[in-house]
Every structure is written in C-alpha cells, then in structure tokens.
C-alpha cells in the first residue's frame, strides 16, 4: 500500500513555520508499515493544490493531508477535495450541532464562516477532533483514500493516534523494523567499503548516517510479522558485527555516558577524571550521564603551568612536559584526589607553546589494578575538543566491556 502526504499551507513556502506534520506521518506511515514515496508541501491556491492532490491520487492509495481546515477563506482543503473528487459539499447537521454547542460552551459566538467547518462531501465522514473546532474529514472513493487532518501539529498528532491509526492498523499491511548500529573511529567512506556489498539490497536495507558520536549503520526490514522482520534484522546485524566489531559500541538509543553509567553503577566502581585540552567537557560529559552521581566522583581542569605543577603533574614530582606520561600522572592524581577506582587524564597541545603539534592529545585510563592504558591521535585542532571527549568515552566503553 503506498502512501503520500500533502502539507499544505502557505505559510509553509515562505518559510513562516517549519513542517512538523510530515515528518510524524511519516514515522507513523513506517510504524504501519505502509510504503511513502511522495511528500509535497502546497500553498493555499485551489489550482496548484488541486493538481497536487490528483497526481497524488494518480500514484498512490493513501493521501493524508495536513492543514487548511480552518473557517477562513484561505483554508480550502475541502474545497480542493470536493472539486477533485467532484462532489458538492453540504452542511452537515450534527457537525453543525457539534460546532455551535463548542462555542456556546466557549462563550464565544459562531459566524457564518465556521459553518463551512460543519460541511461534508458524500464521500467523507468526519474525523472527530476533540481539541479543535475543525473535524478531519475520511474520504473513500474507488479504492482511494484521502485523510484530510488539521495544520496545528497539537491537534493532528491527538487525532491521529485515537482515530486515524487504529482504522489504518485494521487494513493490514507490513511492519518495517530498524536497528541503529553505532561505530567509533572509521570514517564513513571506509565504512561504505567495508560494508559495500550490503549497501544496495532490498531488503533489510542498509543505510549510513554520519553523527556526532561516530557514523551509524541503520538496517531496516520489512515483513509481515514484527517477529520476521525483527529476524531479518537480527541476520544481518550478526554479518555487520562480525566486519566491525571492534569500532560497535552500542546500538538504537544507547550513548556512551549512558553505557559508561550503567557499567560502572554494575560494577559499583567510581571514576574520576583531571583534564587540560578538553576544557571540563569530559566531565561535564559525565555529569550528564544518568545517575552520575553514583559512579562520577569528580574532575579538575588544569589550565596553565603552575596549577600543573601544584597538581604534581609535571615539575619535580611528574613529568617535564605534556604528553604521554603526563596524562598518565593525571589519571592518577585523578584517582588520588577524588579516591575514586578508575582515573582518567586528558592532555595534549592546543598551541606551539606545549611543544606538541596543535592536536596532539593524549587519553590515559587508570584502572584498579594495574598500569595505566593511554593512546594518542593528532586530530583537526577544530576538531580536537569534542574527538578527545568522545574518543576518551569510547575508549573507556570499550575497555570495560573487554573485561
Ligand atoms: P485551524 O483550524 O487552526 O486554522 P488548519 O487546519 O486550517 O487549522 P492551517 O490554517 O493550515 O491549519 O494552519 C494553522 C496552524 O497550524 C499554522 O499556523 C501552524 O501553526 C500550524 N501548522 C499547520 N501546518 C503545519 C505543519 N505542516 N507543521 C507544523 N505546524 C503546522
């Protein structure tokens, strides 16, 4: 079954207010597992929006329109409908009963223009709308089907999940299922290579997604049943998982602080962290992580030389400068001041000044027991603030859940 959207409203065109409305269908339309292949915005002018609505018709077995129900003379959906459907509308009366009890009830008095709002074509019956004035109207007419809801998204949305879903969910179809993948640490051309072969197959189908915390796989499958999809999915998860393991962290709405919080609470450990380049945003990170209270003990920001030396990360007692042993030092003074059981330090070289590349970071992770494990990168120094917190995140997760 294919389905299509019309947002309609001027205001849209010139970019007056955003289209909310299509994207919730949208999700709605794949939760239902009906096919969307054409979404259209259209102004309030009766010709143009008349052509969009017949060649809408023309390709697909489900138009849901959005917007236009209203009791001006620019609202003209129903218009649009009657003419394209060539159907006269008439005043219905018990909308019409409908309409004027809610504005009595209102204290308001209704003009002749909200009757319009009480019309219907033979061919509609009307969507209540229990939070607005305008009831949607249900159009069925050789084999075709038209859902005609209001603009305002705080309406159509209430409408949509009491009145269109279920009759929608009666008629059948297909379930269409995803599951998001998320990697760290390959770019997304490499993923594309590594993963080509499952790039252009129908289904599940393959897509790649480039986000701030690394580049998603999203399969999707499509099946009768919720249980085949979900099947579908699950075999082709296991192939991807088998080429990048090692860059998977986690899946659907996981997020590293959250996986981090969930570990450590487990474990019933503590972290803590002392942090330069970074800024305070990998504790910031961790503070905003789901009851981070009950593992996040703390973290310093080292800024300039002397709070280094005062710290006893570099001078006398630590290293002479920057780098690799100084973020070592770091996880451990974290560890020691906040006597938390893991510390991690973060250090590296914003500026000619450190003596190291601008871009050169550090991440090291002191554990309980043993010494601490620390890796290097050279990054885009624009880009070096958000890569150290997020590769610090990652290469925690993915320690602990090494063991
Ligand atoms: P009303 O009876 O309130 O006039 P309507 O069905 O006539 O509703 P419109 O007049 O097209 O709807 O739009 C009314 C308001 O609804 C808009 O000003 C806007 O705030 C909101 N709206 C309409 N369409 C959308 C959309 N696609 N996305 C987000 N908001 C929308």
Do not use: C
């Not at 620019?74 to 509308?89: C, F, K, L, P, Y």
């Not at 990998?282 to 030389?305: C, D, H, M, W």
């Not at 400068?321 to 991690?344: C, L, T, Y």
């Amino acid at each position: 079954v294919k389905a299509e959207i019309i947002a309609s409203g001027t205001e849209l065109l010139l970019g007056q207010i955003t289209d909310e409305n299509t994207a919730y269908i949208a999700n709605q339309l794949a939760i239902l597992g009906l096919d969307l292949f054409y979404a259209s915005i259209v102004g309030d002018n009766h010709e143009r929006f008349a052509a969009v609505l017949s060649q809408a018709l023309a390709r697909s077995d489900i138009v849901i329109i959005t917007g236009g129900l209203g009791p001006t003379k620019g609202d003209i959906t129903r218009e649009v409908i009657a003419s394209v459907m060539h159907e006269n509308m008439e005043v219905d009366p018990v909308l019409k009963q409908n309409i004027s009890s809610h504005f009595s009830r209102m204290g308001v008095e209704m003009t002749q223009n909200n009757l319009k709002q009480a019309t219907l074509i033979p061919s509609a019956v009307a969507v209540p709308n229990p939070l607005g004035t305008a009831p949607g109207w249900w159009v069925e007419k050789n084999e075709k089907l038209i859902i005609s809801l209001p603009g305002p998204p705080g309406e159509m949305q209430p409408m949509w999940q009491s009145e269109v879903h279920p009759r929608l969910e009666k008629r059948g179809g297909a379930v269409i299922v995803s599951r998001i993948l998320k990697t760290w640490g390959l770019s997304e051309s490499k993923i594309d290579q590594l993963v080509g072969p499952f790039m252009g197959l129908p289904n599940p189908t393959l897509a790649l997604y480039a986000k701030p915390d690394g580049i998603q796989l999203r399969i999707t499958a499509k099946a009768p049943k919720r249980a085949e999809a979900e099947a579908l999915i699950l075999e082709r998860e296991n192939i991807l998982r088998n080429i990048l393991s090692a860059n998977i962290w986690g899946t659907d709405d996981d997020t590293l602080h959250g996986l981090i919080s969930k570990i450590l609470i487990g474990q019933n450990r503590t972290l803590s962290v002392v942090e330069s380049i970074s800024g305070g945003l990998l504790s910031s990170a961790l503070a905003g992580a789901p009851e981070s209270s009950r593992f996040f003990k703390g973290g310093i920001v080292v800024t300039n030389e002397s709070v280094r030396t005062a710290f006893g990360i570099v001078g006398d007692s630590g290293p002479s400068a920057p780098g690799d042993a100084a973020a070592s030092r770091m996880a451990a003074v974290a560890r020691e001041k906040f006597s938390s059981d893991i510390g991690i330090g973060i250090d590296g070289g914003l500026d000619k000044a450190t003596g190291l590349s601008a871009g050169h970071a550090f991440i090291s992770i002191l554990f309980d027991s043993g010494p601490a494990v620390s890796q290097s990168y050279n990054w885009r120094p624009q880009q070096l603030n958000r890569r150290v917190v997020m590769h610090a995140l990652y290469y925690l997760v993915k320690t602990l859940q090494s063991g």
